[in-house]
């Protein structure tokens, strides 16, 4: 195994981690929505960072990806002042969008991944 694949399993596993860390938590509204909020931007950046390393045929899927991730945090940071992800309307209509897009991604990943 390469360093930059054993770099990114261990990212993975920090994040896992955390996640199952804040599940744990009995943490209010309003900071487990900043704390995911948080976590989405992250792991949006880190996937553009991934661009250096991935292969060619990549790298359009890791920029929608990390597009993706970056409005999907976004979102959080609006849910702590509407109260839910649903109001206002256009709010639903938004994490929809997001929602859909990362099962894009992964469609995307898959189709990549098996074509020759």
Not at 79 to 84: D, Q, R, S, W
Not at 92 to 97: E, M, R
């Amino acid at each position: 195994m390469n360093k930059d694949k054993a770099a990114i399993i261990i990212v993975a596993a920090v994040i896992f981690v955390l996640i199952a860390v804040l599940l744990l938590l009995d943490l209010n509204f309003k900071t487990f929505n900043f704390i995911e909020g948080i976590y989405w931007l992250f792991l949006g950046i880190f996937v553009l960072t991934l661009l250096k390393i991935i292969p060619r045929k990549y790298k359009k899927l890791a920029l929608f990806t990390s597009l993706i991730l970056v409005l999907f945090g976004i979102t959080d940071f609006i849910e702590i002042n509407t109260g839910a992800y649903w109001m206002p309307w256009w709010l639903l209509i938004w994490n929809i969008f997001c929602i859909s897009g990362l099962i894009l991604s992964l469609v995307w990943y898959i189709k990549l991944k098996f074509s020759h």
